[in-house]
């Protein structure tokens, strides 16, 4: 029994003693140690070397990749010659970018759209009189567009930047007749519209916090070029031919045309966006 007694006792003396000892119990999660059963921070003088071999920097890919994604929704109106048109448009564009300096973005945006429009259309019959055919229009398309930006400002305590885009996009239309005659108007015979052009146009950015930004396009007042190529089919003889056309995007010009009621998909309207970092 006397050695049962001599073993717990010994026992006891031997937890006392290492619970005394002045070890390193590091959490580094909440950088708290525990030394000689005291609690302390990561500022305190015996734990600060520890906790410093535990900060991991962040890689540059993080700091310098970012993703997000472009919204468009609009209803457009368009009254021209002999065509009437009004419709809506949904476009949705994922990007991603690089971060080559804290005011130059470079990126890529790859996205695809969807476009409902009715269409009144008049026209010159064979035998002379002026016929008028309504038409439902929908299509599908894509684009690419590759773009760098610079940021001129900040506001509100680097919370609003003010920044100039510029952009190359190409991409194809699918316009296709869902209701209505298709014979006489200008999508007769056709298969499919090539979009090309560059554009120069101011971006507001709010940041929400480190990893969100919201944008706002102002592709109104932006400068550039733009051309499309329509490809036809003859419904008669089957052969295939293109025609070409081409507009200099100006700023008093299209918003002549804004006031003037003529709101043309894809060259003007106000385009909502998100970045984010990783």
């Not at 773009?147 to 609003?160: E, P, Q």
């Amino acid at each position: 029994m006397k050695r049962i007694y001599l073993f717990i006792a010994m026992t006891v003396v031997c937890a006392t003693s290492l619970m005394a000892q002045d070890d390193h119990i590091i959490d580094g999660l909440t950088s708290v140690a525990t030394i000689a059963g005291e609690t302390k921070t990561a500022d305190s003088p015996q734990v600060s070397q520890s906790v410093d071999s535990l900060k991991v920097e962040i890689p540059i890919w993080k700091q310098k990749l970012f993703y997000g994604y472009k919204f468009d929704i609009y209803y457009h109106q368009d009254s021209r010659n002999a065509t009437k048109e009004n419709g809506y448009s949904i476009v949705l564009t994922p990007e991603i970018g690089w971060r080559v300096k804290e005011k130059l973005y470079v990126g890529l945006r790859i996205g695809g759209g969807y476009q409902d429009t009715y269409s009144s259309y008049s026209y010159e019959a064979l035998d002379g009189t002026i016929k008028t055919e309504e038409l439902r229009i929908q299509q599908g398309s894509w684009d690419v567009t590759p773009y760098v930006r610079y940021r001129l400002k900040t506001l509100f305590n680097d919370k609003v930047g003010v920044w100039l885009e510029g952009h190359l996009y190409a991409g194809m239309e699918y316009p296709r007749v869902t209701d209505g005659v298709v014979k006489g108007t200008d999508y007769e015979g056709l298969r499919h519209t090539i979009t090309y052009g560059a554009q120069v146009s101011p971006v507001i950015t709010y940041q929400f916090n480190k990893k969100s930004t919201f944008q706002i396009f102002f592709s109104i007042i932006s400068l550039g070029y733009s051309g499309t190529t329509f490809c036809y089919t003859d419904p008669y003889s089957g052969k295939k031919y293109n025609e070409f056309t081409n507009d200099v995007i100006i700023f008093s010009g299209k918003l002549r045309n804004l006031i003037a009621n003529q709101f043309t998909p894809g060259l003007y309207g106000l385009r909502l966006g998100v970045q984010k970092s990783f």
